[in-house]
């Protein structure tokens, strides 16, 4: 049973550029959540979907977007990439329904570094 | 306030001596409690989680956590390290389906 799968490992971006992260859940997860994790520290929730939609959102702004398709995989879409962008970007799937809800699965990640 | 907070950003401790890693919470998160270590250059793996019931929980490489409701903690426990135990544990709480993380603890083992 393949676990949550990120790709592309890593990637190195420039100010300004666009940047698209993409992951798949585990196996019969039907939910998708983003998370980042600047260096040195805790990872921060950026949005969730379910049902190929936006269901919540942290404190991100509209650079952030992202997707999720019928097989349930999902993509992180950033723009204008800003210097500080740079960090480990977490993908986290889980199931939406009884008590395997309360509980995500993490990817490895995707580093991204903007210059 | 924060609402996962761990108390120690590192704990040194020789190889094979007991370690606890500290973690409060706050009223404003669920008592869905979990423990995440992230070794070097990695992702994060799940140690061990508390969803209700007993409140000694026993998860992977000989971790365990005890869950106090009066003092809203949920501290990590091992017995005696190992230097492969070497990494950044970040204490968790599920609020409304969104994980909040703690700003990590990272364990230094000694030799």
């Known amino acids: 049973d393949a676990g949550v799968t990120q790709s592309p490992t890593h990637l190195i971006k420039t100010r300004g550029q666009q940047v698209t992260l993409r992951c798949s859940p585990k196996s019969g997860h039907d939910t998708v959540s983003w998370y980042q994790q600047a260096l040195g520290q805790g990872p921060q929730f950026i949005f969730q979907?379910?049902?190929?939609?936006?269901?919540q959102r942290g404190n991100f702004p509209d650079r952030f977007s992202g997707h999720q398709f019928p097989n349930y995989s999902s993509e992180l879409n950033v723009n204008a990439l800003l210097l500080g962008d740079s960090a480990l970007y977490l993908c986290?799937?889980?199931?939406?329904?009884?008590?395997?809800?309360?509980?995500?699965?993490f990817g490895p990640g995707t580093r991204l570094t903007v210059t | 306030a924060q609402s996962v907070t761990q108390l120690d950003s590192q704990v040194p401790v020789f190889e094979e001596a007991p370690v606890e890693l500290r973690c409060n919470y706050s009223?404003?998160?669920?008592?869905?409690l979990f423990w995440y270590v992230q070794y070097p250059n990695q992702g994060l793996q799940l140690l061990l989680k508390?969803?209700?019931?007993?409140?000694l929980v026993k998860g992977i490489n000989g971790f365990e956590a005890e869950f106090n409701k009066s003092q809203t903690s949920f501290h990590l426990r091992k017995p005696s390290v190992h230097i492969s135990d070497t990494a950044e544990y970040f204490c968790a709480a599920n609020r409304d389906d969104k994980i909040i993380f703690g700003k990590g603890t990272r364990l230094h083992i000694l030799p």
């Open positions: 979907y379910y049902e190929e939609e936006e269901r």
């Open positions: 508390y969803l209700s019931g007993s409140t």
């Open positions: 986290a799937s889980s199931s939406r329904f009884g008590r395997a809800s309360y509980e995500q699965y």
């Open positions: 009223s404003s998160v669920s008592v869905y």
